[in-house]
């Protein structure tokens, strides 16, 4: 399962490290819309089985640092506030797969 | 991973047919001499979003063809809609079905359950079939055109070009304030005309609107003189955006689809559809975000399209020798007229209300659910909305 993670772009130092990390499950992608640059880096991440945890880790840290981070899936973007409503967003993303 | 890992999960993604060969002859149409090494990648999305996006260095023009589809469902309703509640009910799907790529389902249902209840008078829309077809056709050309712009200013053009748009832009929309008499009090006349007519509010309530409305435009015309100031001083990217629709409309201009003026006036309310597109998405973005100003966003466009119109009607006069414009920019203020009180103005003041309505209602703003509740709630959506 692919999840996007939509973070700021002042973050892009950070979103190249975890990239760096992760070369396999990460990749980091530019874009520019119609309205201009957007302030955002997007990261597509491989859920796999092992690389999940990790991912949970990462969006729950950032939150806890009172960082912003979106994530999306299929194009729908989803609200957690705790690790246990992420892993249950990915659980069932995965099952749907 | 690749671009398409990229797309299905940036956007949600529709099952309908894609006309590839169309957008491919579109964008050679654009090229003409020039080199631009843009991948095409035509897809249907909800998201109705056009961008180009680089991965592993390579470049790629995302198109969406749904944005297509809205230009014409849009320009239908500007050219034939005999009253306002057909630009209200398109509201509601826009509104609908960007609360549902949001995950607020029930909110979503709420507005699509609206649209359905709205949707008969549809079949009041008076045909303009070939008028429709060319806007649209146009408007498409406009924006795979703007996005060629980007890349042209990226690679081919310098500081100066930026610096000249700059100077012009004051002298055009800064200065030209000394010369005319534009008050405070006038401002707010206009915009407490729209209201009432929209909104439908009896005249009695006139006095009332007015004073509350004075709070809207505090700090009159010479807030609007700095803020006109900075976008032109400070914000590069928006300085970036007047250049690619000057060099875009150029562009959509030398391949002789129709008449200038016509190409000017379809891309003039391509112009607004985007505002449309770009208000209803930030109505629901700044429900969570509240940096996502729609004031400020509308002010930045309202000063985007005065450019557009002042640059255009200068390449008539010179380029194309058109001495007598009175005519073609009275069509282009009816066009405004009508596309404000048809379309904008039904989403800027009745759709905007019940969107702050329903962001206090806590059940309809729930955005977590199991996954079988979920499925079954988009299920509901897709038949309402299309």
Avoid at chain 1, 31 to 52: C, P, Q, R, S, Y
Avoid at chain 2, 215 to 221: A, D, E, N, S
Avoid at chain 2, 361 to 367: I, P, V, W
């Amino acid at each position: 399962m692919k999840l996007l993670i939509e973070i700021p772009r002042s973050d892009i130092k950070e979103a190249m490290d975890f990239y760096e990390a992760n070369p396999i499950n990460v990749e980091v992608i530019v874009t520019k819309k119609f309205e201009g640059a957007l302030d955002i880096i997007n990261m597509i991440v491989d859920v796999t089985t092992a690389f999940g945890p990790y991912v949970i880790d990462y969006l729950i840290k950032r939150k806890e640092e009172g960082k912003k981070s979106t994530i999306k899936i299929k194009g729908i973007e989803y609200e957690y506030d705790t690790r246990e409503e992420l892993e249950e967003i990915i659980k069932s993303a995965q099952e749907e797969e | 991973m690749t671009i398409r890992d990229y797309i299905s999960t940036s956007r949600k993604i529709l099952d309908k047919p894609i006309n590839n060969q169309r957008y491919e002859s579109i964008l050679k149409d654009l090229h003409g001499e020039r080199r631009i090494d843009l991948n095409l990648q035509t897809i249907f999305s909800l998201n109705r979003k056009t961008e180009i996006a680089e991965l592993k260095k390579v470049k790629y023009l995302i198109y969406d063809q749904y944005l297509g589809q809205t230009f014409y469902e849009l320009n239908r309703i500007f050219f034939g809609a005999p009253r306002d509640e057909i630009g209200l009910c398109y509201s509601f799907k826009l509104i609908g079905e960007n609360l549902q790529l949001r995950n607020y389902l029930n909110a979503s249902l709420f507005f699509a359950h609206y649209f359905t209840n709205f949707y008969p008078y549809f079949k009041e829309i008076k045909k303009f079939e070939k008028e429709v077809l060319m806007f649209s056709t146009i408007q498409e050309y406009f924006v795979i055109a703007h996005e060629i712009s980007h890349e042209i200013v990226a690679n081919h053009v310098n500081e100066n070009l930026f610096e000249t748009t700059r100077k012009l832009l004051t002298k055009n929309h800064v200065e030209i304030f000394d010369k005319i008499n534009l008050t405070e009090e006038s401002i707010t006349k206009s915009y407490v005309n729209s209201l009432i007519e929209t909104m439908r509010f009896p005249e009695e309530l006139r006095e009332s609107v007015q004073s509350q409305s004075k709070i809207v435009f505090k700090g009159g015309l010479q807030e609007y003189i700095s803020k006109t100031k900075y976008l032109i001083n400070d914000r590069k990217d928006f300085i970036e955006e007047i250049i690619c629709d000057e060099i875009a409309t150029n562009m959509v201009l030398k391949l002789n689809i129709s008449s200038p003026e016509t190409v000017i006036r379809a891309i003039h309310i391509g112009l607004f559809n985007l505002r449309l597109l770009s208000i209803a998405d930030r109505m629901i973005s700044q429900i969570k975000d509240k940096s996502q100003s729609i004031n400020d966003y509308f002010f930045e466009s309202n000063i985007r399209l005065n450019v557009f119109r002042k640059n255009f009607e200068t390449t008539l006069r010179i380029k194309y020798k058109k001495t007598d414009l009175k005519r073609f920019l009275d069509l282009l203020e009816s066009d405004t007229n009508r596309y404000t009180k048809l379309i904008a103005n039904p989403m800027l003041f009745s759709t905007q209300t019940d969107v702050n309505e329903i962001s206090k209602q806590e059940k309809l703003m729930k955005r977590k659910y199991k996954y079988k509740e979920a499925r079954e709630l988009n299920k509901l959506i897709n038949k309402a909305l299309r």
